[in-house]
């Protein structure tokens, strides 16, 4: 029987260090812009100690993805949870969403200029289907919570502000006041 050497343990910050050179070669340079070659010399280790911590490319992008989305979700309940008046909810949301898309060049990058990455499944459907669920259920639930109250009229269209915030959402970016790199045109 072979001798085994023993396992060299591993370094719990080279994960990190090549997960932040991931994120930064991802958001300037795009998916396909970036090999593991170039990952691993960011982030000062061999490739082969790369794959010790992720299988491949898109294991990685996986990874950068998930804690971002994890930070987002953190900020999220951070700057808008705690409010309590539901349209105060309602407008943080969406000046959330807007800062959101200047300061995450790594969303910019990535999951609006490079549509081949949604073959990737970088989330379970699922997943990411009761996620949604979810968020409009929620933004009901404030429309509701506001006409309670009277914050919010009620001969409003309580099925169509999700919609009506997803749309808004996303129009800096295709109206150009948001520019690729993640900033607000303009600024500098």
């Given amino acids: 029987m072979p001798v085994r050497r023993p396992e060299k343990p591993r370094d719990p910050a080279r994960r990190t260090r090549i997960l932040e050179a991931a994120r930064r070669l991802f958001a300037e340079r795009g998916f396909k812009g970036v090999n593991l070659d170039a990952v691993a010399a960011e982030a000062g280790c061999a490739k082969g100690a790369l794959y010790l911590e992720f299988a491949d490319k898109e294991a990685l992008l996986r990874e950068v993805v998930e804690q971002a989305f994890a930070a987002i979700r953190a900020r999220f309940a951070a700057e808008v949870m705690g409010l309590d008046s539901p ?51 929620q933004i009901v639930g404030w429309v509701d919570e506001g006409i309670a109250r009277g914050e919010i009229r009620p001969d409003v269209d309580r099925d169509a502000i999700p919609f009506v915030l997803g749309v808004l959402r996303f129009a800096p970016q295709h109206l150009g006041l948001v520019t690729s790199f993640g900033s607000f045109a303009g600024e500098r």
């Fill in 87 to 137: 349209l105060d909810r309602l407008v943080a949301t969406l000046r959330f969403a807007y800062r959101q898309q200047a300061a995450e060049p790594l969303f910019g990058k990535l999951l609006r200029e490079d549509p081949d990455l949604r073959a990737l499944r970088l989330q379970d459907d699922a997943a990411s289907a009761a996620a949604a669920k979810a968020q409009v259920a």
